[in-house]
């Protein structure tokens, strides 16, 4: 894989070289282009930690991914460019649920003038990378908050809006070992969310479209609005909003299908109240 395929998947024309500015243009570029989804763990592919795999799938195809795969794409393409760039483990509700949830995120630290927190995996997070510095970080009318816990964590808050809410990271090497356990886990628990529940989802500035089973969301700091996809409409929606198109979208329609009757019944789109990812 060519740096230059990956630039031209996420459309960024701008300077190539390790300076802030460049960070940031591909940061934005990468977030308004490339999805948060999980159709492979839906259809029981398995995911990875391979390179060349996550190459061909979100730059060739191309598809989405989750953090992992994104997280490792997005590291091979500064580390083209010249950036220093660490790979941390993370842990989404960390904060509800204690160290059993490290391993299930990863972000990324770059270091220029001062060291940089690059994250594009929770679906809807920072457009921009933040300093690792405590304080609050607004980017139009979303803020972002960083947090120096006691224990030598960090700690992020995600905007108001945003799911999920928050994760803790130390400043240190990922643990990869940990990480493959939570990707299992993740893929293949019956206790797992992404495992249950075929999850989309793409920012724009300061807005996130989320197709979550059947429930279509554009949520925006002035409100959000809803409405529920047909089987005619999935891959079209998928194709149009997303970018997505996969060969067996098809095949996955009577597990969302039931998957949203089991959650929802017949409750019409603005009787759901779902503010999850």
């Known amino acids: 894989m060519d740096l230059s395929d990956y630039l031209a998947r996420i459309g960024y024309v701008g300077s190539v070289a390790p300076t802030y500015s460049c960070l940031a243009a591909i940061h934005r570029a990468h977030a308004f282009s490339i999805p948060y989804e999980n159709l492979d763990i839906i259809l029981g592919r398995g995911v990875d930690f391979d390179l060349e795999r996550i190459q061909t799938k979100l730059v060739s195809n191309p598809r989405g991914g989750w953090c992992y795969e994104t997280h490792i794409l997005l590291e091979w393409a500064l580390r083209e460019i010249g950036f220093d760039v660490l790979t941390v ?24 003038d001062q060291v940089y927190l690059a994250d594009l995996g929770l679906g809807d997070g920072i457009r921009d990378p933040i300093p690792l510095v405590e304080g609050t970080y607004d980017q139009g009318s979303l803020s972002f908050r960083l947090e120096s816990l006691p224990d030598g964590y960090w700690r992020f808050h995600n905007h108001p ?42 920012m724009k500035p300061e807005s996130v479209t989320c197709l979550t089973g059947r429930m279509l969301r554009i949520k925006t700091a002035s409100g959000t609005t809803k409405s529920l996809i047909l089987e005619e409409e999935f891959e079209d929606v998928l194709f149009r909003i997303f970018g997505i198109y996969d060969t067996e979208l098809r095949s996955i329609w009577p597990k969302v299908a039931a998957r949203h009757e089991q959650l929802f019944g017949q409750q019409t789109a603005d009787q759901i109240d779902y503010t999850d990812f």
Do not use: K
């Not at 483990?89 to 220029?112: F, Q, S």
């Not at 990922?174 to 299992?184: E, F, M, P, V």
């Open 161 to 202: 809006l945003a799911r999920p809410t928050n994760f803790d990271f130390l400043e240190a090497p990922a643990d990869w070992t940990l990480l493959g356990r939570q990707n299992h886990f993740q893929q293949t628990d019956s206790s797992s969310a992404l495992s249950a529940n075929f999850v989309c989802q793409i």
């Open 89 to 112: 483990t993370g842990g989404i509700y960390r904060d509800r649920r204690g160290d059993e949830m490290l391993g299930n995120h990863t972000a990324l630290l770059v270091r220029l």
